[in-house]
């Protein structure tokens, strides 16, 4: 069985149809990355799968973990193991991060029946992780997101991420805004959430990212479906050569 | 019952502190004519008056709950034992109000309201402590030029009618924090502030709707360099009532007063939120800022904020806002999509929203309380 199974997916959002017969399936220890031109559905994919309000499945299913998502809250999504890094993170002023990591890890635990975590550790574990992708600790007492940087804004979703270790990270354009270096602290911590038990769906526009994060298998989205998929070389070819030889 | 038959019920006697008696007539005409409707459009005055009456010629008049009033530097007296200058003091704050806008200070006197003045001198180590125990009460508080103090102000579940009058001499630092957070009763208060030049004050005003509350907030800014500042939040609750009428007069040059006010309200509550700036001729060199935002929470909660500005000065900068909005559905998705429940979602939006007008003294007790409101 595999960690995510879609099958023949028809999403519509404002009663316009975006995803059109999507079919993808990713294992337990795969990286897998998704191109596409602009406007093809890459976002719906990824907010579709994380729940969000106003993207309707019309047809077929998300399976994740043999469990069908269409029906479930957001919140209980996360719980099951998911997690989507936001191609623009929202902004939230008067919510400290501190708090807020805090509180998001704390429901993780309650869900999945793990020991409640001790705010020394806490505190501990996320200075660990902030000090790895360079994100100053200050940050932690400012509002989520409130001020930061296109680039400290995609750094704040790894620190997410690996704080609370999903089954399957969604990076959504994780890459886009940020700067060599950044790209390279970036990678290095999805390198290092990476693993044989869980999985990882990156979106992307860059062939640049993959030469940091090797993807198992590269999807082409255009038209609301899969039209094609191969190994890492295709994204190489789609760099040289455009979407156009494999758009119809 | 009708107004005049209402008041024939309160012990209506001569004030000899105030050198005036009161007039059944002159009190029923008060209540019952156009200015004061004008004034009470939301909140109806004559509903008030039968409780009023109820709950003031029942209960004896308490004493004044003061902590810390036995530090260096504080006096404080009844009105009944006032004299020459501190008698005067006390007529000229009380005849100086509007009795159309505040005709509950003037029944409160003249019923015998419990009435004290309080004199600072001086910078005082430990704040002042205020409660409000008692339905109506009257208080005058008197800051010397100079001196610094922090006022800690609660009106507590049998408070009713409540005045609280400040006159801060030149060049003194105020902080006040007040609260009110009892929701289950009628309530009226006054808060009356007459600045001299240079003094600063600084209020923190925290809310929450009852059967009936009326909130009167007057601060005028009479003389040049005064400053002051308003933080505040308020939560009205299902089924609750909050009437909040603000006014800041700017009379002098070169004066400035900030306001910042977060509201909440609940299922089918309502708040009334009038702030109105007035800059008078010859102010120039104000500086004024009002902004009032609020969360409308439920599909039938009635929220009405209504900005008011009388500017008669050229000179000034007077920036005005006020909003009623909904909670943003992005910032839901983003807390449910890391694991928290919507409902837990959306009380912590709330309350954030909130707190970034929570500050002083009372910020632990004001957050318990409407964080609990929030759940
Ligand atoms: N709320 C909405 N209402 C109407 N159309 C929408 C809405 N959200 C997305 N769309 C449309 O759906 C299509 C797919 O958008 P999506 O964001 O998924 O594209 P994408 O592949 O992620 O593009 P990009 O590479 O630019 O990020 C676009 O044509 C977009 O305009
Ligand atoms: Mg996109």
């Known amino acids: 069985m595999s960690l995510l199974q879609i099958e023949e997916l028809v999403v519509e959002v404002a009663g316009q149809r975006i995803l059109n017969g999507l079919n993808l399936a990713l294992d337990t220890g795969e990286v897998h990355a998704i191109m596409g031109p602009n406007g093809s559905?890459?976002?719906?994919?990824?907010?579709?799968?994380?729940?969000?309000p106003g993207y309707e499945v019309v047809e077929g299913r998300i399976e994740f973990d043999g469990v069908e998502l269409a029906d479930l809250e957001p919140d209980t999504r996360a719980h099951a193991g998911l997690f989507l890094a936001f191609q623009y993170p929202v902004e939230i002023p008067g919510v400290s991060n501190m708090e807020f990591l805090k509180a998001s890890l704390d429901n993780l635990h309650a869900a999945r029946e793990l020991e409640a975590v001790s705010t020394v550790e806490f505190m501990k574990s996320v200075r660990a992780i902030a000090e790895e992708l360079d994100l100053n600790p200050e940050f932690l007492k400012r509002g989520v997101n409130e001020g930061f940087s296109g680039g400290e804004k995609k750094r704040n979703e790894i620190l997410q991420l690996l704080l609370l270790q999903p089954r399957l990270a969604v990076l959504d354009e994780t890459d886009s805004g940020l700067d060599i270096d950044a790209l390279q602290v970036v990678a290095k911590g999805v390198n290092r959430f990476s693993g044989p038990d869980n999985g990882v769906l990156l979106i992307t526009h860059y062939q640049r990212l993959l030469d940091h994060i090797v993807p198992d298998v590269v999807h082409v989205l255009a038209e609301g479906r899969i039209v094609r998929s191969g190994d890492k070389d295709l994204a190489l070819d789609l760099e040289a050569k455009g979407y156009s030889w494999v758009v119809a | 019952m009708d107004v005049s038959s209402a008041l024939g019920q309160l012990n209506l006697g001569s004030k000899p502190w105030l050198g005036r008696s009161a007039s059944l007539e002159r009190l029923s005409e008060l209540l019952t004519g156009r200015p004061v409707r004008e004034h009470w459009k939301y909140t109806p005055i004559t509903r008030f008056v039968d409780a009023f009456v109820a709950n003031c010629a029942t209960i004896a008049p308490a004493t004044l709950q003061l902590e810390d009033s036995d530090q260096g530097g504080v006096s404080v007296q009844s009105f009944n034992e006032l004299a020459g200058d501190d008698l005067a003091a006390v007529r000229n704050a009380l005849e100086g109000l509007d009795p159309a806008r505040y005709p509950f200070a003037e029944l409160a006197v003249l019923n015998d309201a419990p009435g004290y003045l309080i004199k600072v001198h001086g910078e005082l180590a430990d704040p002042i402590s205020l409660n409000f125990t008692s339905p109506q009460q009257l208080v005058l508080?008197?800051?010397?030029?100079?001196a610094q103090v922090t006022l800690i102000e609660r009106s507590g579940p049998s408070a009713y009618a409540t005045s609280t009058l400040l006159r801060l001499g030149r060049g003194c630092r105020v902080t006040h924090a007040r609260c009110a957070l009892d929701a289950a009763l009628e309530h009226l208060s006054l808060l009356d502030v007459i600045q001299a030049a240079d003094s600063s004050y600084d209020l923190q005003q925290y809310l929450v709707g009852g059967d009936k509350r009326r909130a009167e907030v007057h601060l005028v800014l009479a003389e040049?360099?005064?400053h002051a500042s308003v933080t505040g939040a308020y939560l009205t609750e299902q089924g609750r009532h909050l009437d909040q009428q603000l006014v800041v007069e700017h009379r002098a040059p070169n004066t400035r007063s900030r306001q910042t006010i977060h509201g909440i309200g609940l299922g089918t509550s309502?708040?009334?939120?009038?702030?109105?700036?007035?800059?008078?001729?010859?102010?120039?060199?104000?500086?004024?800022?009002?902004s009032n935002k609020n969360l409308a929470l439920g599909s039938a909660t009635e929220i009405?904020?209504?900005?008011?500005?009388?500017?008669?000065?050229?000179?000034?900068?007077?920036?005005?806002?006020?909003?009623?909005?909904?909670?943003?559905?992005?910032?839901?998705?983003?807390?449910?999509?890391?694991?928290?429940?919507?409902?837990?979602?959306?009380?912590?939006?709330?309350?954030?929203?909130?707190?970034?007008?929570?500050?002083?003294?009372?910020a632990e007790q004001v957050t318990d309380r409407l964080t609990r409101g929030l759940r």
């Open chain 2, 224 to 226: 040049p360099g005064a």
């Open chain 1, 41 to 52: 559905g890459k976002s719906t994919l990824a907010n579709v799968m994380a729940g969000r």
């Open chain 2, 270 to 290: 309502k708040s009334v939120f009038n702030g109105r700036i007035h800059i008078h001729a010859g102010a120039s060199g104000t500086d004024a800022t009002l």
């Open chain 2, 304 to 362: 009405d904020t209504k900005p008011e500005l009388e500017i008669y000065t050229d000179d000034v900068k007077c920036a005005h806002g006020a909003t009623v909005g909904q909670l943003d559905n992005e910032q839901i998705f983003y807390l449910q999509s890391r694991g928290m429940p919507e409902a837990q979602a959306r009380a912590l939006l709330c309350s954030a929203f909130v707190r970034t007008c929570v500050t002083g003294a009372l």
């Open chain 2, 141 to 146: 508080l008197d800051v010397s030029d100079n």
